[in-house]
């Protein structure tokens, strides 16, 4: 496509739920991230992808937090047991191989945890 | 892992004044450094980037920022800011794998 894709744009749901949000990256592109962006703060890195494998998951903040990218492409970002902290703009980006390539980033989705 | 300071989290600006924001980064290796702009309702967007060459790099919009290695800085610059440039803006920096950002820095240009 022509730019990163993310779907849901918003999403609320309850507390204790399970929610997956998505990512289409830019056709090509191999390297794929994941932020979490929360009022007035920076993205902060969740995880990136190399292809179908995760090759540093070390912001993810917990076990209820997991990612794929099966086929190297499509990502989804899993949440389980979902808490009111998680409330956030969840940001996708992907770039051309990685690191020292520019990223270029989706419109996110916001998350509401109630 | 790296890490990225922002040190100016407001700025106010009028219009036409000159506009400097600093960026120091935490890292051992090689890294490629970035400067992004989050305008009001939009996504992220590259500003400029550096990876290697001429310290001083220019970017859209009239921006510049200069690596200096020594000081482990990236500072953004522009000689006179518009209102327009009003947002807020992230410096990134990536090394291995991941990219990380710094917490931002929001300028408002007062017209």
């Known amino acids: 496509g022509a730019g990163v894709s993310q779907t849901p744009s918003n999403k609320v749901t309850e507390k204790g739920k399970y929610v997956e949000l998505r990512c289409d990256p830019i056709s090509g592109h191999t390297a794929l991230y994941w932020y979490r962006q929360s009022l007035g703060q920076g993205p902060e890195f969740l995880i990136y992808?190399?292809?179908?494998?995760?090759?540093?998951d070390s912001g993810l903040p917990n076990d209820r937090f997991f990612a794929v990218r099966p086929e190297g492409s499509v990502s989804t970002l899993k949440i389980q047991r979902t808490e009111r902290g998680d409330s956030a703009v969840y940001l996708c980006a992907s770039s051309f191989t990685g690191a020292g390539t520019e990223a270029f980033f989706g419109q996110g989705t916001r998350l509401t945890v109630v | 892992a790296q890490s990225v300071s922002q040190h100016n989290h407001h700025v106010i600006l009028s219009e036409a004044a000159s506009l400097e924001l600093g960026c120091n980064y935490s890292?051992?290796?090689?890294?490629?450094l970035f400067w992004y702009v989050q305008y009001p309702g939009q996504h992220l967007q590259l500003l400029l980037k550096y990876f290697s060459g001429d310290p001083l790099v220019k970017g859209i919009k009239g921006f510049e920022a200069e690596f200096i290695k020594s000081k482990f800085s990236f500072n953004l610059r522009k000689p006179s800011v518009q209102w327009s440039d009003t947002a807020e803006y992230f410096c990134?920096?990536?090394?291995?794998?991941?990219?990380?950002f710094g917490a931002g820095t929001r300028l408002t240009v007062k017209p």
């Open positions: 990134a920096v990536t090394g291995n794998n991941d990219m990380r």
């Open positions: 992808f190399q292809g179908t494998g995760a090759a540093d």
């Open positions: 890292y051992g290796g090689t890294v490629n």
